[in-house]
């Protein structure tokens, strides 16, 4: 299998669930990426991991604890999670970060619904 | 802040030409990507632009102006298929990507 794989492609909890997003890359890359991605908003970057080492954590809480096991998969464990967290969470990955084109491969994203 | 500004909606017909802008408020330029994302899918890279002008790629082109903060993207020889959003995002000096919220590109027969 190529690209970048997401699982679950859909997943509905409840605000008191623990649950998690699986990505896995088969490309070879050093980076990979969680973004959260909202109805008419830009994508917004959650976390960055290069050569398995978080890199960048924008500001977001922490109910949202990501994991990176080696370079080839990556994870965000929920837990007690609200509504409004509600939205298509995208994993990605580039060769490197910093300089150079460093062109993004998304995973076809998770569908996370909290009720 | 930082800001990137694209229509939110656009309809074009079949066949046609459209033109996708994008205009960009950043700290620095590092490059400036296009990507396009067919609903419910991943969004698939389209352009790189780092330097001023045109980069053709078949039906395809992007142009940037860095002095303007300004970049198009345009397609040609519209098909169905083109039925997508359009995402325009810019990499700033800290190489921090910053995106605009997206082109909606409705194609009708």
């Known amino acids: 299998e190529t690209g970048v794989t997401q699982t679950p492609r859909h997943l509905v909890m409840g605000m008191t669930n623990k649950k998690s997003l699986k990505c896995e890359q088969h490309l070879g890359h050093n980076a990979m990426y969680w973004y959260k991605q909202s109805a008419k908003k830009p994508l917004e970057l959650m976390f960055v991991y290069s050569l398995e080492e978080r890199v960048e954590n924008n500001s977001v809480p922490s109910r949202f604890s990501p994991e990176c096991p080696n370079s080839s998969h990556l994870f965000l464990h929920l837990h007690t999670l609200q509504p409004e967290d509600s939205a298509l969470y995208l994993c990605?990955?580039?060769?490197?970060?910093?300089?150079?084109?460093?062109?993004?491969?998304f995973g076809a994203g998770s569908r996370l619904t909290v009720l | 802040g930082q800001n990137i500004d694209q229509p939110t909606e656009m309809t074009a017909t079949e066949g046609a030409i459209v033109q996708i802008n994008c205009t960009y408020q950043t700290s620095g330029f590092n490059g400036l990507f296009w990507y396009q994302q067919h609903a419910g899918e991943a969004p698939t890279f389209l352009s790189y632009n780092v330097l001023d002008g045109l980069e053709e790629k078949g039906r395809f082109s992007s142009f940037l102006s860095r002095s303007k903060g300004y970049s198009y993207l345009l397609l040609k020889e519209l098909q169905m298929k083109d039925s997508a959003s359009y995402l325009c995002?810019?990499?700033?000096?800290?190489?921090?990507?910053?995106w605009g919220a997206g082109t909606k590109l409705i194609i009708k027969p």
């Open positions: 990605a990955s580039s060769q490197d970060i910093g300089a150079g084109a460093n062109v993004l491969t």
């Open positions: 995002a810019v990499r700033d000096s800290n190489y921090q990507l910053i």
